[in-house]
Every structure is written in structure tokens, then in C-alpha cells.
């Protein structure tokens, strides 16, 4: 029994590492059920908050359930990249990252009434019922990664699969191994500065989403009013991610996340002044759109610089090493909140805005962005179903 239960760990942990890029997992990936169980581990240990009894275990609890969300996000999307049409790749991609922010939403709606009457605790039990809604719905529909199938060895069913759904099989198993992993000849520079603009979007990105509350209140307004203002951040994210998405697929990922980062900067250099409530709203939604717009379209940008085999590990590695943000920005911005002027917040973010916009100018075209992309044609199409045609990366045939 033990040994079983050893073996679970390993593999978990082993998965946990690969989707942060610390490990080689290269051509496999996690399988679907796997990232399943990530989702639960993230969910329960969650729920689990509600019961802890002080500071020093809250933040355990919520390290252990940010392991599982450490795997969740890096294998999501590259599932997603894999599946999702190279000519609506972003938007397809953006759409399945705004459950983010809209969770956020939701969390602030339900916030508003909750937190008085009940207190922070009833947030962390009801944020376990997405989970129970909606794991049983994606057990059954969700399909398995192809790229998984086909280096398992399951090759007629991968086939079968990536016939069904319209996509290309991916190269062989031995040849993508040959091939390096995310700091050879070509992705080195790329990688390294994918992972520094995503510390720095993040730090804007999460201090803002975490601390927006406390620095409104900061200024003189009261909860209410504060959490309205992160209602309006959120929901800026999602509509104008979506915007933003479409136009990357048109005019690509490096000029359109460079601009996003820029705008997301002057929007919260505008927040530093007392602005009346009309345009304050207005440049809350636009520092939303390019704190959470800006990470989706990095993430695009890099699910398109790297190979199938190896997207997983470099979203991994992108996101893991960006994490760095997440814990400096909330931390720094909660030390100049309780002791300067809360505003001064923002300044921080659009620096860190521009400097990721800055990191992003000098990436440069990887090989696999100048190789011809095969998909499979849909039923209805000139070309029977099976029979492959090159696609160039920005969609064009």
C-alpha cells in the first residue's frame, strides 16, 4: 500500500516540476487524468483554508494548494494551443484564460454580501463548488492531449483522436528528444526573457488584483466601494482580452503585448491622480486589460516560439520562473500601503508594466515561429478530412 502511495507522490511531483519546466517531461505531458487530480488538490486544499486557525497555517494551506495550481495553468493551456486553430490560436487561448478574472468577479460579487455577514472563511468553503460543478463535466468531455497518446505508444488512438478533432500528429518521440530542450541553439535568449517580462507582468498584475481594495480604501473609500472598483478591474480584463486577442491574431504577438504593457502602464500612471469616478473606472478597466490581457498574449506568444513537445515546459518555465513576481509585487506593495502614501502603488506597477514591455522588444523569432504549421482540414472543406496543409504560425496559408 505504501509503495503505491509513493509512487503517487513521485508521479505527482515529478508532474508538478515538468509543468514548471524544472524537470524534462519533453514529449509526454501530463495525462488527462492527471491534470484532473491537480485540479482537485487545488480545490480541496482550498476549501481546507476555511478551517485554518491562524496566519502560520493559512499560508501553509494555501502553499500546498498552490502546487496544484502551479501544474494546473501550464498544462490547460498547452492543451488548449494544441487543439485550438493556428489562425484563432490567442483568441481560443485568451477565452480559456478569462475563467481567471471571471473568477475574480464572481468572487467579488459573492464578496460583497458574504464577507460582512460571514466573514473571510465562508469564501474559502464556497470556493470549493466550482469544482463540484464543474470537474464531472470536464471528465467527460475533455480529451485526452494527442502529444500524451503518441509518446505513450497509443499511436491508433492518436491518430483516430487527431483525425476527430482536426489536428496534426506530432513528430516523433526520439526526434523530439534529439532535438534539446528549452536552451538550445535558437530558444536560449527567447527563453530567458519570456520568463523575465512574465516576473514583471506578474508583479504588476497580482500587487494590482490584491491590492487594489487596500489601496482605494487607502485613498478613502470605503470596502464597498473598493470592491467595486476590483469588480471593474476583472471585468475589464475579460472584455478587453478578447478585444486584444483578435488583434494579435491579425497583427501578431510582439507588437500587440509590447502596446498592451505600454497602455496598461500610462493607464495606472493616470490612477496616481485623484480622478473623478467616471474616468477612475475607466482607467481601472484599462489596467486590468493589460495586466491580465498582456499575460495571456505572453503566454500565446510563447505557446507559439516553442514545438508541441515541448509548449507544456515552456509555459512551465515561463510561469514558474514568473512566479517570483507574484510573491514580490503582493509584499512589496503591502509594505508601501501601510507606510506611504497607497498611491505610490502605482508607480511601481507601471514601471514594472514598462519594463516588461521593454523585455518583450528584444525576444526574438525562434525557429520553430519560420516552420510551417499542419493541420488537418475539417469536414465541408476542398481537402478530405486527413489530408494535411501547411500553415504558417500567424495563421496564413
Known amino acids: 500500500m505504501w509503495a503505491q502511495v509513493r509512487a503517487q507522490v513521485r508521479r505527482r511531483v515529478h508532474s508538478v516540476a515538468a509543468s514548471w519546466g524544472l524537470v524534462r517531461e519533453g514529449d509526454r505531458g501530463p495525462s ?6 491537480e485540479c482537485v488538490w487545488f480545490s480541496v486544499f482550498t476549501a481546507l483554508c476555511a478551517l485554518a486557525p491562524g496566519p502560520l497555517s493559512l499560508g501553509v494551506l494555501r502553499l500546498i494548494a498552490g502546487i496544484g495550481l502551479g501544474a494546473i495553468v501550464p498544462a490547460a493551456s498547452a492543451l488548449t494551443m494544441e487543439y485550438a ?21 464572481i468572487s467579488a460579487l459573492v464578496g460583497i454580501p458574504v464577507l460582512p455577514r460571514f466573514g473571510w472563511q465562508a469564501m474559502f468553503v464556497i470556493a470549493l463548488a466550482p ?5 464531472p463535466f470536464v471528465w467527460r468531455k475533455l480529451p485526452e492531449s494527442v502529444v500524451f497518446l503518441a509518446a505513450r505508444g497509443r499511436s491508433g488512438e492518436a491518430k483516430a483522436l487527431a483525425r476527430r478533432l482536426g489536428v496534426a500528429m506530432p513528430e516523433a518521440v526520439g526526434q523530439s528528444r534529439r532535438e534539446g530542450g528549452l536552451f538550445r541553439r535558437g530558444y536560449v535568449r527567447a527563453s530567458i526573457l519570456f520568463a523575465a517580462a512574465t516576473s514583471c507582468g506578474l508583479l504588476a498584475w497580482f500587487g494590482l488584483a490584491t491590492w487594489l481594495p487596500g489601496i482605494m480604501r487607502a485613498s478613502g473609500y470605503d470596502l464597498g466601494s473598493s470592491l467595486v472598483f476590483l469588480l471593474v478591474l476583472n471585468l475589464g480584463a475579460i472584455a478587453g482580452s478578447v478585444f486584444i486577442a483578435m488583434a494579435t491574431d491579425r497583427w501578431g504577438s510582439k507588437l500587440v503585448v509590447v502596446l498592451t504593457y505600454v497602455g496598461m502602464a500610462v ?8 480622478l473623478p469616478q467616471g474616468p477612475l473606472l475607466v482607467a481601472i478597466a484599462f489596467a486590468g486589460v493589460g495586466g491580465h490581457g498582456g499575460q495571456i498574449l505572453i503566454n500565446a506568444y ?14 512551465g518555465w515561463t510561469l514558474g520562473l514568473g512566479r ?5 509585487g503582493p509584499t512589496l506593495i503591502g509594505w508601501i500601503v501601510s507606510g506611504q502614501d497607497g498611491r505610490l502603488a502605482f508607480t511601481v506597477f507601471a514601471v514594472t508594466a514598462v519594463a516588461a514591455a521593454v523585455l518583450l522588444l528584444f525576444i526574438p523569432r525562434t525557429p520553430v515561429l519560420e516552420e510551417p504549421e499542419l493541420v488537418l482540414q475539417e469536414p ?13 504560425k500567424n495563421g496564413s496559408s
Do not use: C, D, Q, W
Not at 267 to 273: C, D, N, S, V
Open 32 to 37: 488527462l487524468e492527471l491534470r484532473l487530480s
Open 85 to 105: 486553430t493556428p489562425r484563432h490560436r490567442t483568441l481560443a487561448y485568451t477565452l480559456m484564460l478569462s475563467g481567471v478574472p471571471m473568477g475574480g468577479v
Open 131 to 135: 469544482a463540484l460543478a464543474a470537474l
Open 267 to 274: 493607464a495606472l500612471m493616470a490612477l496616481f491622480i485623484r
Open 302 to 315: 510563447v505557446g507559439k516560439s516553442y514545438p508541441a513537445s515541448h509548449r507544456a515546459s515552456a509555459l
Open 324 to 328: 517570483i513576481g507574484t510573491v514580490v
Open 380 to 392: 465541408g472543406n476542398r481537402n478530405p478530412v486527413g489530408t494535411p496543409t501547411a500553415t504558417t
